[in-house]
C-alpha cells in the first residue's frame, strides 16, 4: 500500500486517512459553515465536535433542516457491530447522537447487529456476539439516554420486526450493487450479502425523515440505502459522518474491539488505562528531553493531544494551552500522558457506574416487536 493511501471499508480500515480524498471517494459533502450555523442556531449552542471536526461530513444535512425548520421532526438512528466490549471510539457518534436528541427533540433507535459481527468474524459465535450486544447496551444507556424516547433493537431479538422492511429493501440491492460496494467473493457468506437490508431497516421504522450519525466506515451502507430507498417510496437518509479514532499505536488504523493493546475499553480499570497510554500511546515528542525542550513536540501527530481534542477536553481554552504548551516544548509528554490518563479515568469512573445501573434499566430500552 503507499505511503498516502488508505483503505476505508464498514469490515476494514488502514493507513493514514486522508478525509479530504475520502470526501470525494466516498462523494459525500463536507459540512459548511452554513450547515454548522444553521445547527447551532437550532440547537442555541454549538458542539466542540462541531467546532474541530470531528464531525467533517455529511449527506443531505441542508433538505433535513430545511425540513425540520417547517415543522416536520426526523428521527436518530445508529448503532454497533458487537464484537467485543466497547471502546471509546464507539462513544463519539454515541454521544453526538444523545446531544442531538436533547437538542431537537426527537426520537433514537440504537442497533446491535450480533449477526453481523458473527457472520463476519471466523473466531465468534452467534452466543458471543449476542452477549457482547448486551453489554454494549449498557455503554449506550449509560451516556444518559431515556427509554420515552429511545429503543435499541438487538437484531436475533428483533428480526420480527426488521425482517418485513429487510425484505423490501433486499430485492432492490443485486449481488452486483453491493459486491462493487464490499469487495464480495464467491467465498463471502450469504449472511454477509444480505446483511446491508438489515444495517437499512431501522432507517425506515418511522415514516419520518431519518439522521444517522457515525463513524465514516459506515457510510457504504447507507450508500446502498439511499438508492433504493426512493424505489421502496421512503426518504433517503439522511448522515452525518465523524473521523475514525486512532488506534494508540497511531497514525495509521483505528481504534479496534479486537485489538486490546490499541484499544481502551470502557471496562479497563484505571491501572490498565495508565499501563496501555504510558507503554502504546504514539507520541509527537523528541526522542529525549533537552531536545523536546529545545524543539518542541508535534501535537497534530500525538496520539494523546489527539484524544483530547476528539473526546476528553471540550474546553477549547485549556486545549488550546496543552496545545501551545506541547509545541513549546514547555510540556513534556509524560506530562501530556498523566493528562489525558486523568481524563480518561475520569470520565470512566462514573460511566463504569451508570453502566452499572444500567443493567437494571436495559429491559425498558429493548424494542418490543409489534
Ligand atoms: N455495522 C455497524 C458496526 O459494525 C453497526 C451498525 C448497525 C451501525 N446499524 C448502524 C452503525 C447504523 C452506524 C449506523 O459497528
Known amino acids: 500500500m503507499p505511503a498516502d493511501d488508505f483503505i476505508v471499508t464498514p469490515w476494514h480500515v488502514e493507513g493514514d486517512i486522508d478525509y479530504d480524498k475520502l470526501i470525494k471517494q466516498f462523494g459525500t459533502e463536507k459540512l459548511s459553515t452554513q450547515i454548522l450555523d444553521r445547527i447551532k442556531k437550532i440547537a442555541g449552542e454549538d458542539h466542540f465536535m462541531l467546532r474541530r471536526g470531528i464531525f467533517f461530513s455529511h449527506r443531505d444535512m441542508k433538505q433535513l433542516l430545511d425540513e425540520y425548520e417547517k415543522g416536520n421532526k426526523f428521527f436518530l438512528y445508529t448503532g454497533r457491530g458487537p464484537s467485543g466490549h466497547t471502546h471509546i471510539g464507539h462513544l463519539i457518534p454515541w454521544v453526538f447522537a444523545k446531544w442531538l436528541q436533547d437538542k431537537f427533540g426527537v426520537n433514537m433507535y440504537f442497533q446491535l447487529t450480533d449477526d453481523e459481527k458473527f457472520f463476519a468474524k471466523q473466531n465468534l459465535t452467534l452466543e458471543e456476539t449476542n452477549k457482547f450486544a448486551h453489554e454494549n447496551a449498557l455503554d449506550f444507556i449509560a451516556l444518559g439516554f431515556k427509554p420515552e424516547n429511545t429503543k435499541i433493537i438487538i437484531n436475533t431479538q428483533n428480526i420480527q420486526t426488521l425482517y418485513p422492511i429487510a425484505a423490501k429493501v433486499a430485492k432492490k440491492i443485486n449481488f452486483s450493487n453491493t459486491k462493487a460496494v464490499f469487495g464480495f467473493t464467491n467465498e463471502t457468506n450469504i449472511g454477509m450479502i444480505f446483511y446491508t437490508s438489515?444495517?437499512?431497516?431501522?432507517?425506515?421504522?418511522?415514516?419520518?425523515?431519518?439522521?444517522?450519525?457515525?463513524?465514516?466506515?459506515?457510510?457504504?451502507?447507507?450508500?446502498?440505502?439511499?438508492?433504493?430507498?426512493?424505489?421502496?417510496?421512503?426518504?433517503?437518509?439522511?448522515?452525518?459522518?465523524?473521523?475514525?479514532?486512532?488506534?494508540?499505536?497511531?497514525?495509521?488504523?483505528?481504534?479496534?474491539?479486537?485489538?486490546?493493546?490499541?484499544?481502551?475499553?470502557?471496562?479497563?480499570?484505571?491501572?490498565?488505562?495508565?499501563?496501555?497510554?504510558?507503554?502504546?500511546?504514539?507520541?509527537?515528542?523528541?526522542?529525549?528531553?533537552?531536545?523536546?525542550?529545545?524543539?518542541?513536540?508535534?501535537?497534530?501527530?500525538?496520539?494523546?493531544?489527539?484524544?483530547?481534542?476528539?473526546?476528553?477536553?471540550?474546553?477549547?481554552?485549556?486545549?488550546?494551552?496543552?496545545?501551545?504548551?506541547?509545541?513549546?516544548?514547555?510540556?513534556?509528554?509524560?506530562?501530556?500522558?498523566?493528562?489525558?490518563?486523568?481524563?480518561?479515568?475520569?470520565?470512566?469512573?462514573?460511566?463504569?457506574?451508570?453502566?452499572?445501573?444500567?443493567?437494571?434499566?436495559?429491559?425498558?430500552?429493548?424494542?418490543?416487536?409489534?
Open 198 to 370: 438489515l444495517q437499512s431497516a431501522p432507517c425506515f421504522l418511522e415514516d419520518k425523515p431519518v439522521l444517522i450519525p457515525l463513524g465514516v466506515d459506515q457510510d457504504p451502507h447507507f450508500r446502498l440505502t439511499r438508492d433504493i430507498a426512493p424505489k421502496i417510496g421512503k426518504i433517503k437518509p439522511a448522515i452525518i459522518h465523524n473521523i475514525m479514532i486512532p488506534a494508540l499505536q497511531g497514525p495509521g488504523g483505528k481504534m479496534s474491539a479486537s485489538e486490546d493493546s490499541g484499544t481502551i475499553f470502557t471496562t479497563d480499570s484505571p491501572e490498565v488505562v495508565k499501563k496501555k497510554i504510558n507503554k502504546y500511546a504514539f507520541s509527537g515528542g523528541q526522542p529525549d528531553i533537552e531536545q523536546h525542550r529545545k524543539l518542541g513536540g508535534d501535537p497534530d501527530i500525538d496520539v494523546s493531544y489527539q484524544y483530547l481534542r476528539i473526546f476528553f477536553e471540550p474546553d477549547d481554552n485549556k486545549l488550546k494551552q496543552i496545545y501551545d504548551d506541547y509545541k513549546s516544548g514547555k510540556l513534556l509528554t509524560g506530562e501530556l500522558k498523566a493528562i489525558l490518563i486523568e481524563k480518561i479515568n475520569e470520565f470512566l469512573k462514573g460511566h463504569q457506574e451508570r453502566r452499572e445501573k444500567a443493567r437494571g434499566q436495559l429491559n425498558k430500552f429493548l424494542f418490543e416487536n409489534v
